[in-house]
């Protein structure tokens, strides 16, 4: 159940309120609003005093529900907006691994010239091999930062465990737990004090009910700025490295509050079926993309295989905005 406290009701009073109700609570906008386990379908007699609105909720998907709030929240990063009223299907891409200045300043080129204002690349790893590259961490962070500066886009890395928080916060706009970060609940709740928006990627083996069960944790901390990322999910099939679970958007676009970002790279596993994959979340009429493209795949440090050479890239981004206007919306 979410329960709305009167807005007279003191932070502090929330705090004891919620302990004893053991919900969890944040304020927002001066109110504060309180999470117990969905099993609760009546306000507690303690609480009813204090209580303004509160809401039953069939399961602990809550309070990314639609049955809670049913337009889709609105993400702001700086200038950039994502979900909400807006009809911005947003672009982010780059390479996997930022490896070296010269990698990144390339990439950075092709997105001013395409008008791309959100650049994304990996600094911390999560990588299936200890023996592989792990990324260049702090180095490649202010690399990040140094790009921002210099063409004002919204950066988004990934945080590979919960001490990486605190400085992707300093240093981009955007932060990313990855998918198999997804059940990192010390990584969760630590994006849930930050007030920064974060992209939430699907573990490859996670339900829906899981995914947004994570996302309450970053949202039940306070921090409403959450985008969903499905990126494709294990199933019995190996000639593709994962299945991007279409039918699962459609569920979340049906029932889930919070913009949805389609990752085609990872999902397909290999670069000649991103364009056409893209093309197709386009046309579902999604929120955002996420793109891997790298200005030499074949040497690339992490994800060669699928990554979009430059030139790719370019002949993919300028048809998917004839693909986006059909459905009412534009590429950013
Ligand atoms: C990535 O975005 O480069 C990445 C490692 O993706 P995922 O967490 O989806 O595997
Ligand atoms: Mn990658």
């Given at each position: 159940?979410?329960?709305?406290l009167?807005?007279?009701?003191?932070?502090?009073?929330?705090?004891?309120l919620?302990?004893?109700?053991?919900?969890q609570y944040?304020?927002?906008e001066g109110?504060?609003v309180?999470?117990?386990?969905s099993s609760?379908?009546e306000?507690?007699?303690?609480l009813q005093?204090?209580?303004?609105?509160?809401?039953v909720m069939?399961?602990?998907?809550?309070?990314?529900?639609?049955?809670?709030?049913?337009?889709?929240?609105?993400v702001t990063?700086n200038?950039?907006?994502?979900?909400?009223?807006?009809?911005?299907?947003?672009?982010?891409?780059?390479?996997?691994?930022?490896?070296?200045?010269e990698?990144?300043?390339?990439?950075?080129d092709?997105?001013?010239e395409?008008?791309?204002?959100?650049?994304?690349a990996?600094?911390?790893k999560?990588?299936?091999?200890p023996?592989?590259?792990?990324g260049?961490?702090m180095?490649?962070?202010?690399?990040?930062?140094?790009?921002r500066?210099?063409?004002?886009f919204n950066?988004?890395?990934?945080?590979?465990?919960?001490?990486?928080?605190?400085?992707v916060?300093?240093?981009?706009?955007?932060?990313?737990i990855?998918?198999?970060?997804?059940y990192?609940?010390?990584?969760?709740?630590?994006?849930?004090?930050?007030r920064?928006?974060?992209?939430?990627?699907?573990?490859?083996g996670?339900?829906?009910q899981e995914?947004?069960?994570?996302?309450?944790?970053?949202?039940?901390?306070?921090n409403?700025?959450v985008?969903l990322?499905?990126?494709?999910?294990?199933?019995?099939?190996?000639?593709?490295?994962?299945t991007?679970d279409?039918?699962?958007?459609?569920?979340?676009?049906?029932?889930?509050n919070l913009?949805i970002?389609?990752?085609?790279?990872?999902?397909?596993g290999?670069?000649?079926?991103?364009?056409?994959?893209?093309?197709?979340?386009?046309?579902?009429g999604?929120?955002?993309?996420?793109?891997?493209?790298?200005?030499?795949?074949k040497?690339?440090?992490?994800?060669?295989?699928?990554?979009?050479n430059?030139d790719?890239?370019r002949?993919?981004?300028?048809s998917?905005?004839?693909?986006?206007?059909?459905?009412?919306?534009?590429?950013v």
């Amino acid at each position: 159940m979410i329960i709305h406290l009167k807005e007279t009701v003191s932070a502090e009073l929330a705090a004891q309120l919620a302990e004893q109700a053991q919900a969890q609570y944040f304020i927002r906008e001066g109110q504060a609003v309180l999470i117990t386990s969905s099993s609760v379908k009546e306000v507690p007699s303690f609480l009813q005093e204090y209580a303004a609105d509160h809401f039953v909720m069939a399961s602990d998907i809550q309070l990314a529900s639609r049955t809670y709030q049913s337009a889709t929240r609105e993400v702001t990063i700086n200038q950039a907006k994502v979900g909400g009223s807006t009809n911005h299907t947003l672009m982010i891409t780059g390479p996997c691994s930022i490896e070296s200045w010269e990698q990144i300043v390339t990439c950075a080129d092709m997105l001013k010239e395409l008008g791309i204002t959100t650049l994304r690349a990996g600094c911390f790893k999560p990588r299936t091999s200890p023996y592989s590259f792990q990324g260049l961490g702090m180095e490649g962070l202010k690399m990040l930062a140094q790009i921002r500066e210099e063409y004002g886009f919204n950066i988004i890395t990934e945080v590979r465990d919960a001490t990486h928080v605190e400085a992707v916060i300093e240093y981009a706009d955007i932060v990313q737990i990855g998918a198999k970060a997804m059940y990192d609940h010390g990584i969760l709740r630590t994006c849930g004090e930050a007030r920064k928006p974060v992209l939430l990627k699907r573990h490859f083996g996670a339900t829906l009910q899981e995914l947004v069960q994570a996302a309450e944790f970053v949202l039940s901390g306070g921090n409403e700025q959450v985008m969903l990322c499905e990126r494709g999910i294990r199933t019995f099939e190996t000639k593709t490295r994962f299945t991007l679970d279409l039918c699962g958007v459609s569920y979340l676009k049906e029932h889930i509050n919070l913009p949805i970002i389609l990752d085609t790279s990872h999902a397909m596993g290999y670069a000649y079926g991103v364009p056409d994959l893209t093309r197709a979340c386009v046309a579902m009429g999604v929120d955002g993309l996420l793109i891997e493209s790298h200005p030499n795949p074949k040497v690339a440090k992490s994800d060669a295989a699928q990554q979009l050479n430059l030139d790719e890239f370019r002949d993919l981004y300028r048809s998917v905005q004839s693909v986006a206007e059909v459905v009412g919306r534009k590429v950013v």
